[in-house]
């Protein structure tokens, strides 16, 4: 039996908690105690981050991460009963494959998070359930997974979803997951910390920046995707800095 496979209980569980506690860590350690002065230039909304905040953050985002480490156990439940499409052997489908699912996830993460986002923003689930998010009007790294614990199932469903649908290999499944924390760690970070190049290239039209979640927290409307504008431009719900 291949390492990964004898492990992948644990690697499946584990994976995102500790992903999102060392990066959530690194980023608020980073921008809020260590190097404020540094960064300044760079923070999107003015106002510091209320103490009261940072200690709801981190009481739901406990909750969120162990309802993030079930739906790991899920995954695994779903690999051992033989219901999920995923591969332990590189050469199942080779390495161009290999690369290609994981654009595969980040698209269908996207769009699965555009949907049940804008599904939260409904009358009947925003005020139960989505507003524990929006408490943070200027978000924080510890925001990205502060949700009601209905949320936290929601988004923590996209990683059996995924290995229902999409062949894909554990460690492609570990760098989308890490991609995906980053990716919402940065969103959240309350800086907006790419460079001129990055921010001005013609990609960065379909790419949603720290400063476009930003805003959505700031308005609690618009902005609704993760990673691509894709579905905010096609939907009529993106808003720019420019934009009141
Ligand atoms: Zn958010
Ligand atoms: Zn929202």
């Keep these: 039996m291949l390492l990964l496979e ?16 060392i990066t959530c860590s690194l980023f608020y350690l980073l921008l809020y105690k260590w190097k404020p ?56 489908y080779g ?65 059996p979803l995924i ?6 290999h554990p460690i492609a499944l570990s760098v989308f997951l890490l991609y995906m924390t980053v990716k919402n760690v940065l969103g959240h970070s309350g800086y907006e910390l790419t460079g001129n190049y990055f921010s001005n290239s013609k990609f960065s039209r379909w790419r949603n920046s720290s400063t476009h979640h930003n805003l959505h927290h700031f308005y609690a409307k618009d902005n609704y995707g993760l990673y691509f504008t894709f579905w905010d431009r096609w939907m009529k719900t993106l808003r720019n800095k420019s934009d009141n």
Aim: aromatic share 14%; hydrophobic share 50%.
């Design 163 to 168: 290995v229902l649908v999409i062949p894909c």
């Design 95 to 159: 390495i161009t494959y290999f690369i290609i699912s994981i654009l595969l996830m980040t698209l269908l993460h996207d769009t699965y998070f555009y949907w049940t986002h804008r599904l939260l923003h409904l009358r009947g689930w925003y005020g139960k359930i989505h507003i524990v998010h929006h408490l943070s009007s200027n978000p924080s790294p510890f925001t990205a997974l502060s949700f009601h614990p209905v949320e936290a199932f929601i988004q923590a469903a996209i990683t």
């Design 37 to 92: 002065q540094t960064f300044q230039a760079k923070k999107i909304q003015t106002q510091s981050l209320a103490p009261a905040q940072l200690r709801r953050e981190i009481s739901y985002t406990i909750i969120s991460l162990l309802i993030f480490c079930v739906m790991g156990f899920v995954v695994y439940l779903l690999q051992r009963k033989g219901l999920s499409r995923l591969y332990f052997k590189l050469s199942d």
């Design 6 to 21: 004898k492990y992948f209980a644990l690697l499946s569980m584990l994976m995102v908690p500790v992903l999102y506690i």
